[in-house]
Antibody
C-alpha cells in the first residue's frame, strides 16, 4: 500500500535551518511528482510547490522562493524540504503529498502524516 | 492569482444532506478536487476531477462543478463526517500553481 512517512517534529530557533524528510513506499517513486503543503496553526492549506521526481527539477509557488528548497534521494525514495533562516511565521505543519499531475490531473492522492516545525527563541 | 471561496462553516443534522460550495471565476472549466481533514490528521482526498471518488470513499460523497460554483455533497451525514473540507484546483493561467479554498468546517448537529 502507498505510504508517505515524514520525519518527526522539530523545534528550532529563529535563523536556524530545518530539513524535513518524506519517505515513500508502495509505488515507483519516480512515477509521481511530490508536492509540499503548509498549514499554519488554525489555518488552511497552502501549496508550496512540487518537485519532478524524474528530473529533480523543483517548482516553487509564490511566497516560497529563496529560503525553501525541495530535493530528492531517489535511491531511498525520499523527498526533502529544507527551510533556511527560519522565522516565527514558518511555524506550521508541513505535508508532503503525492501529486497526480503526470496522470493529467493535478491533485494529491496520498499525504504524509505531517511534520510540525516550531520556530521559537 | 486565482481565488477559491468557501463558506467558513456548514451545519447539518445526522442523516441529512450537506452541501459545501466552492466559488471561483468560471470554475466550471477547471477540475475540482476535495479533501477532508479531521483534527490532528492529514487531509484525505474524497473527490477528484469534479465527481470521481477514490477507492474506499463512500458513495455518500459526491461532487459537481458548473459555472462559477463547485459543490461537494455528503448524503446521509454521519457524526464521523465532521471535519474541515477543502476544495482545490490547478490554476493554469499565468501562475501555474495549485490553489486551495479557505476551508469549510462541517458540524454535525
Amino acid at each position: 500500500q502507498v505510504q508517505l512517512v515524514q520525519s518527526g517534529s522539530e523545534l528550532k530557533k529563529p535563523g536556524a535551518s530545518v530539513k524535513v524528510s518524506c519517505k515513500a513506499s508502495g509505488y515507483t517513486f519516480t512515477s509521481y511528482a511530490m508536492s509540499w503543503v503548509r498549514q499554519a496553526p488554525g489555518q488552511g492549506l497552502e501549496w508550496m510547490g512540487w518537485i519532478n521526481t524524474n528530473t529533480g527539477n523543483p517548482t516553487y509557488a509564490q511566497g516560497f522562493t529563496g529560503r525553501f528548497v525541495f530535493s530528492l534521494d531517489t535511491s531511498v525514495s525520499t523527498a526533502y524540504l529544507q527551510i533556511s533562516s527560519l522565522k516565527a511565521e514558518d511555524t506550521a505543519v508541513y505535508y508532503c503529498a503525492r501529486d497526480r499531475a503526470a496522470a493529467g490531473s493535478n491533485h494529491f492522492d496520498y499525504w504524509g502524516q505531517g511534520t510540525l516545525v516550531t520556530v521559537s527563541a | 492569482s486565482y481565488v477559491l471561496t468557501q463558506p467558513p462553516s456548514v451545519s447539518v443534522a445526522p442523516g441529512k444532506t450537506a452541501r459545501i460550495t466552492c466559488g471561483g471565476n468560471n470554475i466550471g472549466i477547471n477540475s475540482v478536487h476535495w479533501y477532508q481533514q479531521k483534527p490532528g490528521q492529514a487531509p484525505v482526498l474524497v473527490v477528484y476531477d469534479d465527481s470521481d471518488r477514490p477507492s474506499g470513499i463512500p458513495e455518500r460523497f459526491s461532487g459537481s462543478n458548473s459555472g462559477n460554483t463547485a459543490t461537494l455533497t455528503i448524503s446521509r451525514v454521519e457524526a464521523g463526517d465532521e471535519a474541515d473540507y477543502y476544495c482545490q484546483v490547478w490554476d493554469s493561467s499565468s501562475d501555474h500553481q495549485a490553489v486551495f479554498g479557505g476551508g469549510t468546517k462541517l458540524t454535525v448537529l
